[in-house]
Nanobody, 119 residues
Framework: QAQLVESGGGLVQPGGSLRLSCGAL??????????MGWFRQAPGKEREFVAT??????NTNYTDSVKDRFTISRDNGKTYLQMNNLKPEDTAAYYC????????????WGQGTQVTVSS
């Protein structure tokens, strides 16, 4: 059922960087995108919004805890999350999601990629 595939997770020390990527499985899916975003979920915690980008305007939005450290971008049907100065509290499974144009919710999700920040 997953229409999106994430990659780029891994183990990194505090202060390190990772770049997550997310792409649609089919090119025909791309014109339907309104927003692509990243969410994360740590063990024992609820899913948390991280960042989103409008596919048409390029406008971005971030949760406060990642502002000035993470950057979301888009290019050629893919979205990227550049994560710098990573902190242990960033440890989570990161999920890419899509909100369709004229839609209200993020309804398409990838399988997730694990990010672990530890010394």
């Amino acid at each position: 059922q997953a229409q999106l595939v994430e990659s780029g997770g891994g183990l990194v020390q505090p202060g390190g960087s990772l770049r997550l990527s997310c792409g649609a499985l089919a090119r025909s899916f791309i014109p339907t995108i309104g927003h692509m975003g990243w969410f994360r979920q740590a063990p024992g915690k609820e899913r948390e919004f991280v960042a989103t980008i409008s596919w048409t305007s390029g406008n971005t939005n971030y949760t406060d805890s990642v502002k000035d450290r993470f950057t979301i971008s888009r290019d050629n049907g893919k979205t990227y999350l550049q994560m710098n100065n990573l902190k242990p509290e960033d440890t989570a499974a990161y999920y890419c999601a899509v909100r369709p144009r004229w839609g209200q919710d993020y309804i398409y999700w990838g399988q997730g990629t694990q990010v672990t920040v530890s010394s």
